[in-house]
């Protein structure tokens, strides 16, 4: 049960249970699989200090410095971004669900168009339809059902 919750691979598993079953003492240390090289030893750190005192201090600045450990990188300011046009960005994304970057200059020449053009259309709209309630009236009439409508049309009209 300990060799299988320890981390060991199948090869120092396999290592270890030859010592077991020889009767043999466990070795102190478990051989590397061969499929792994050992590390090389690693260099003593380069900058160490001259003395070690037994009291912590503070090191003087200069000794900060002078270690590679302080080492600031400069300061690089970026382009800001225009929250405004992010918000109106992600309005657009969220409401259309496509990203429309369109110059604005260009959406109100447009839209002063339309508007020109919609104002007589509408007009138009409402005079055609004020002229269908007048002829569907005078059908009614016709057929005899004209009071029965013509309040109702009436009041149409008036709106």
């Not at 499929?35 to 070690?52: D, F, Y």
């Not at 970026?78 to 929250?83: H, K, S, T, V």
């Not at 990203?99 to 020449?109: A, I, P, R, S, Y």
């Amino acid at each position: 049960a300990m060799m299988e919750e320890s981390k060991l691979t199948r090869f120092q598993r396999r290592y270890l249970m030859d010592f077991v079953k020889r009767g043999h003492t466990l070795p102190l240390q478990c051989h590397p699989t061969p499929s792994k090289e050992p590390a090389p030893a690693s260099s003593p750190p380069v900058c160490q200090p001259s003395r070690l005192s037994a009291k912590p201090h503070l090191r003087p600045a200069k000794v900060c410095q002078a270690g590679d450990a302080y080492a600031r990188e400069k300061f690089k300011p970026r382009a800001r971004r225009d929250l405004e046009k992010e918000k109106q960005r992600l309005q657009n994304i969220l409401a259309t669900g496509k990203d429309g970057v369109e110059h604005k200059v260009k959406q109100t020449l447009v839209q002063t168009k339309e508007e020109e053009i919609d104002e007589p259309d509408r007009f138009e709209e409402l005079v055609n339809e004020v002229q269908e309630r007048k002829k569907f009236l005078a059908e009614m009439e016709a057929l005899g059902q004209g009071k029965k409508y013509q309040r109702i049309v009436l009041t149409e009209i008036s709106q």
